[in-house]
C-alpha cells in the first residue's frame, strides 16, 4: 500500500532554513505527481508546491523564490528545500501523492488520495 513518511520539520527562527523530505513506498514513485501541502492551526490545508512525472512544477504565490521542490527517483523520495522562512510558514508540512504524474500539476489537495502523517515547522520571529 502507499506509504509517505515526512521528515525534517523543526523550530527555526525568521530567516533560517529547513529541508523537508518525504519517504515513499509501495507504489510506482517516477510515475506519480507529489505535492506538499501545509495546514497552520485554524486554517485549511493549502498546496505550496507540487510536482509532475516530468519534474515540471508549480508554487503557491506565498513561497515562490523562496521553496524549492524535488525528487530524486531512485531514492523514491521528495524533498522540499525551505529558505528565508518567516513566521507565516508555521504549520504542519504534509506530503502527498496522486496517481496521475501529468503535467502541469495541480495544487489542489482534493486530487490527492496519499497523504503522509505530516511533520512540523515552526519559524519563530
Known amino acids: 500500500q502507499v506509504q509517505l513518511v515526512e521528515s525534517g520539520g523543526d523550530s527555526v527562527q525568521a530567516g533560517g532554513s529547513l529541508r523537508l523530505s518525504c519517504a515513499a513506498s509501495?507504489?510506482?514513485?517516477?510515475?506519480?505527481?507529489m505535492g506538499w501541502f501545509r495546514q497552520a492551526p485554524g486554517k485549511e490545508r493549502e498546496g505550496v508546491a507540487v510536482?509532475?512525472?516530468?519534474?515540471?512544477?508549480t508554487y503557491a504565490d506565498s513561497v515562490k523564490g523562496r521553496f524549492t521542490i524535488s525528487k530524486d527517483n531512485a531514492k523514491n523520495t521528495l524533498y522540499l528545500q525551505t529558505n528565508s522562512l518567516k513566521p507565516e510558514d508555521t504549520a504542519m508540512y504534509y506530503c502527498?501523492?496522486?496517481?496521475?504524474?501529468?503535467?502541469?500539476?495541480?495544487?489542489?489537495?482534493?486530487?490527492?488520495?496519499?497523504w503522509g502523517q505530516g511533520t512540523q515547522v515552526t519559524v519563530s520571529s
Open positions: 509501495g507504489f510506482t514513485f517516477s510515475r506519480y505527481g
Open positions: 510536482i509532475a512525472n516530468d519534474g515540471s512544477t
Open positions: 502527498a501523492a496522486r496517481t496521475s504524474g501529468i503535467p502541469p500539476p495541480t495544487l489542489l489537495k482534493n486530487f490527492y488520495p496519499y
